[in-house]
């Protein structure tokens, strides 16, 4: 079984950004000064009983009382198609808009900001054609 040359490598490796030089050892300075005394160890410990934690009681699955429905797309009426805009609204009718279409959807209703920005256009558009 052929061998590798670990010296070889070692020297190609030194000093390299991987292996960086190690600092020259300086003179041990601890033997020649005196340690200050360090305090004695406790010796008399009582180890300390671990209890194992009791059985927590199992969790009841409650069915919700009443389903909350998926939201689901409305579809686009035949021979129309949806355009994507960006329209700036104040923060107390985006606030309103997501509340009011998170009670709709928790009562069952299939509603959604965009459906309730669109009747609103459709009524704003229905009374200034009869203008």
């Known amino acids: 079984m052929k061998r590798l040359n670990t010296d070889s490598i070692t020297n190609e490796l030194v ?5 960086p030089a190690r600092p020259a050892l ?4 601890e033997a020649t000064t005196p340690l ?3 305090p004695e160890p406790i010796k008399n410990v009582e180890p300390i ?3 194992p934690a009791p059985n927590p009681a ?3 699955l409650v069915p919700p009382t009443k389903p909350i429905p ?3 797309p409305v579809s686009a009426p035949v021979g129309r198609r949806y355009t994507r805009r960006t329209f700036d ?6 606030a309103y808009l997501t509340k009011a279409s998170f009670e709709d959807k928790l009562a069952g209703k299939e509603a959604s900001m965009n459906s309730m920005v669109r009747d609103a256009v459709d009524s704003y558009i229905a009374a200034h054609k009869n203008k």
């Open 89 to 94: 609204f104040y923060e107390d009718k985006i």
């Open 15 to 19: 000093n390299s950004s991987f292996f």
């Open 49 to 51: 009983a671990v209890k």
């Open 26 to 29: 300086q003179p041990n300075i």
């Open 58 to 60: 199992p969790a009841r």
């Open 70 to 72: 998926a939201a689901v």
């Open 36 to 38: 200050a005394p360090q």
